[in-house]
């Protein structure tokens, strides 16, 4: 379950993308700036934010996107509530996370966008005109970004559509969201009332969910609501358990994954039939030599990875892991991290 608020798109020339309309952003003048793919922290560093916002790293199993926007262009001004209504209905539903920033050089605020409804308990708002360079836009008129393992994965044109059979338009960062980007609810259901997905939307994202927040929550709910919340909750903690059995038969990482979603089961709903039945299996593993070596191995092989400056100090610290822990899963990949920079 994930602490704190907060699938690939393919880069590729608007030109060469059949049945995509463009050309209602003005283009002169405008050239891609030359940059490499940007990480979502480099990405999103130096936003000024309304808000509170989910940081890259809380975000989890949702699929991020970056969407930039401008107000000072009265061609886009026709069409952006259109765009911004499409994106609102279609993001309620999907694995996503939108990060709408405005990019105004000279006007600052995202009333823009507020005023337009691009609102939804997924969709986080920010100012920062150095975003366009930042992330090789070829100008702040709403383009956008997917990222896919934190990483920049293309640029495109916001304003693009598809043209409907009906004679409406579908634009392209709403058919990209209904397109499978390998973002996945752990909380929501397909058959969750609307109401009680928007109530539960933070909890997907980081807002705290325990036993406490639970009765904070039921006591917003009528009694038709509190019945389905309890069963959406029960579901919940039962998909839980059932991943946290599956681990047990997996490898190395699925089995700590396992013993990590067993830990805040128990912490956070000690009082439940499922809260007690992963106290007593983290009771278990606390108890399992083996099983404790593999975790203090992938502590110390972590710490290793990310505070290596240099392929000497890698080696230094992978070496650690070795001597103590070779045998483990972990002392393997170290010694296979310092083998790949020999």
């Not at 009265?74 to 539903?93: G, T, Y």
């Not at 038969?249 to 013993?259: C, D, L, M, R, V």
Request: aromatic share 10%.
């Amino acid at each position: 379950m994930h602490r704190y608020y907060l699938a690939p798109i393919i880069a590729f020339s608007l030109f060469a993308l059949s049945g995509v309309a463009f050309g209602q952003i003005p283009q002169q003048g405008l050239q891609m700036v030359p940059v490499e793919n940007v990480s979502l922290d480099q990405a999103l560093a130096g936003v000024r934010w309304q808000g509170r916002v989910p940081s890259p790293a809380s975000i989890g199993d949702k699929t991020p996107i970056v969407m930039i926007y401008a107000s000072w262009c009265p061609k886009c001004n026709v069409w952006s509530p259109e765009l911004f209504a499409q994106i609102h209905e279609m993001i309620r539903d999907e694995p996503v996370v939108l990060f709408a920033i405005n990019a105004d050089e000279t006007t600052r605020g995202v009333r823009y966008a507020l005023e337009r409804n691009l609102v939804g308990p997924n969709i986080f708002h920010g100012d920062d005109p150095s975003i366009v360079q930042r992330m090789g836009f070829q100008s702040e008129l709403f383009m956008y970004s997917v990222f896919q393992d934190g990483m920049q994965t293309g640029r495109r044109s916001a304003g693009s559509f598809y043209p409907k059979d009906d004679g409406t338009r579908e634009f392209s960062i709403v058919r990209d969201m209904k397109s499978d980007m390998g973002g996945s609810f752990s909380i929501l259901t397909t058959e969750m009332s609307p109401r009680l997905r928007e109530m539960l939307w933070p909890a997907e994202i980081g807002a705290k969910l325990d036993e406490r927040s639970l009765i904070s929550l039921r006591k917003k709910m009528d009694d038709s609501l509190a019945e389905e919340f309890n069963t959406a909750v029960s579901d919940f903690l039962n998909r839980q358990i059932e991943t946290i059995k599956a681990s047990r038969e997996g490898t190395i990482p699925e089995q700590i994954n396992g013993f990590e979603i067993a830990e805040t089961v128990a912490t956070d709903f000690k009082s439940t039939p499922q809260g007690r039945a992963c106290r007593d299996l983290v009771e278990k593993l606390e108890q399992d030599e083996t099983f404790q070596n593999e975790l203090t191995a992938k502590k110390l092989y972590d710490q290793g990875q990310q505070k290596a400056t240099s392929p000497v100090t890698l080696k230094r610290m992978m070496g650690r892991v070795i001597s103590r822990y070779a045998d483990t899963y972990y002392g393997q990949e170290a010694q296979k991290a310092i083998d790949a920079v020999q």
